[in-house]
């Protein structure tokens, strides 16, 4: 139970920005979720099952019209897509890790990649349970935000129009947020590019799915290029040192 405590006391001050974000962002989504018509329970599932952040968004507009599963299936591949390299770059650091493996694969995020890539624990610190404790940590602060935005959706009474601005609002920060990285703003660009093509051809109705299949490709192809001489992994670390 020691080495528990001592990883749990060395995560969490590594996951309290992480915290942060997430208690606006499941608040929005539960929140969100209550406005079409799901109640807290709903979304404190959909966090607990799906913890696909960005996906769940996505699902609620899945959810408010007539369920095609072959469409749902393509969007969440494609949205999660990004999963497969990050799965790929937690291969060595993962290593290990026994049981706490199954956790660490499904609790794995865009926030729980990036600071398990960019910290290494003490040595006197379990890295396997360091890791899952900030995996942990993260998993559950998205939960509790869900419900508690359901809750607090729940007793709102005014009109709700045009909060799913929150959605694109997410996106266009997570767009800026890759602009702001000099090192390679070339998948920022590909996927506007893809964006754009994809409008031109399909329309504005039925883009999106053919957009990020262009994206997932195109990137795939050239991933080795995009990532350089450094995997992902590197560079994070590298740059916390940097800034430290």
């Given at each position: 139970m020691e080495k528990q405590i001592k990883a749990l006391r060395a995560a969490v001050p590594h996951t309290v920005p992480v915290i942060v974000g997430f208690l606006?962002?499941?608040?929005?989504?539960?929140?969100?979720?209550?406005?079409?018509?799901y109640s807290a329970i709903w979304s404190f599932l959909m966090s607990l099952i799906g913890f696909c952040g960005s996906m769940q968004f996505v699902a609620i507009g899945l959810l408010c019209v007539s369920f095609n599963p072959m469409q749902a299936f393509l969007m969440a591949l494609m949205v999660n897509a990004r999963h497969l390299f990050y799965g790929i770059s937690m291969l060595s650091k993962y290593k290990g890790t026994?049981?706490?493996?199954v956790f660490l694969i499904y609790?794995?995020?865009?926030?729980?990649?990036?600071?398990?890539?960019?910290?290494?624990?003490?040595?006197?610190?379990?890295?396997?349970?360091?890791?899952f404790c900030v995996s942990f940590i993260n998993y559950a602060v998205w939960a509790l935000s869900s419900l508690l935005g359901g809750l607090i959706g729940d007793l709102i009474t005014f009109d709700t129009e045009g909060i799913d601005f929150a959605l694109t609002a997410l996106f266009v920060v997570i767009f800026l947020n890759g602009w702001k990285e000099k090192r390679?703003?070339?998948?920022?660009?590909?996927?506007?590019?893809?964006?754009?093509?994809?409008?031109?051809?399909?329309?504005?109705?039925?883009?999106?799915?053919?957009?990020?299949?262009?994206?997932?490709?195109v990137l795939s192809i050239g991933r080795n290029r995009l990532e350089g001489e450094k995997n992902v992994c590197t560079y994070l670390q590298e740059k916390q040192q940097s800034s430290s």
């Open positions: 606006f962002l499941g608040i929005a989504y539960g929140v969100l979720m209550s406005a079409n018509g026994g049981k706490l493996k609790w794995l995020c865009d926030e729980t990649f990036s600071i398990n890539c960019s910290f290494t624990p003490p040595e006197s610190v379990d890295k396997g349970w360091f890791y390679n703003r070339m998948p920022a660009v590909i996927g506007m590019a893809c964006s754009i093509v994809s409008i031109l051809i399909f329309g504005p109705e039925k883009f999106i799915i053919p957009a990020m299949i262009m994206l997932l490709v």
